[in-house]
């Protein structure tokens, strides 16, 4: 059975921080792994990580895949209270022909001014 | 946690026909909600289902084209009418207000793949 673990399950830092999201998988037949922002209930895009040991980068953002050990990290720097938020991962695999999607529990973080 | 499944997990249709898609849980939960994914995009929120009345649509989304029913706090179905090939897409079923766990935390069904000729 597909599984997608995410740790921490909430995290509470201040304005500045940088903080390491993780997320750990196990997948059958691997395609993809998506980063996702949720503030209210449609989740945003953040990033889709397919190879290993490319950093992906957005502004404060970035992600790292991990093939081998299977796991992905989002690191976000000098973070803002915006920032606030659940930060979901996903992970797209190929059962039966047909590409699925497994997500992770989220992560919810807070950022305090 | 909940235990969410969604049927049928995949399908294959033609244009113009209508799917129905089902989301069952192991639990009574207080809100359901019905997203689109497409491939390298966000999920896109259909509409929430409301147990015992409409569901809640979003901007872009309309009753006749996604109709949603949602008999009890925990089986929801949303059918795609009159399909064409840009509702190509997996499906997802989400669940908020689990028994025994937080409030609003939200968790997903596996999905439907969806394919329209």
């Known amino acids: 059975e597909d599984k997608v673990v995410q740790s921490p399950l909430s995290l509470v830092v201040h304005e500045g921080d940088t903080v390491t999201l993780n997320c750990s998988y196990e997948v059958t037949n691997f395609r993809s792994l998506l980063w996702y922002k949720q503030e209210k209930k449609a989740p945003t895009f953040l990033f889709m990580l397919t190879s290993s040991g490319i950093e992906k980068k957005s502004g404060r953002l970035s992600s790292i895949l991990d093939k081998k050990e299977l796991f992905s990290i989002l690191n976000i720097t000098a973070t803002q209270t915006g920032d606030s938020a659940v930060y979901l991962c996903?992970?797209?695999?190929?059962?039966?022909?047909?590409?699925?999607?497994?997500f992770g529990g989220g992560t919810r973080l807070m950022v305090k001014p | 946690s909940a235990v969410i499944s969604q049927k049928p997990s995949r399908d294959i249709c033609q244009r113009g026909t209508s799917l129905t898609i089902q989301c069952q849980v192991d639990?009574?939960?207080?809100?359901m909600f019905w997203y689109r994914q497409q491939p390298g995009q966000s999920l896109t929120l259909i509409a929430t289902a409301n147990q015992g009345s409409e569901a809640t649509y979003e901007s872009g989304f309309v009753i006749d084209k996604f109709p949603i029913s949602r008999p009890n706090l925990t089986f929801s179905t949303l059918t795609v009418s009159n399909m064409s090939p840009e509702d190509s897409s997996i499906y997802l079923c989400s669940v908020e207000g689990v028994q025994g766990r937080s409030y609003n935390e939200q968790f997903f069904g596996p999905g439907t793949r969806l394919t329209v000729l």
């Open positions: 639990s009574q939960v207080t809100m």
């Open positions: 996903a992970v797209e695999g190929m059962v039966n022909a047909g590409n699925m999607l497994t």
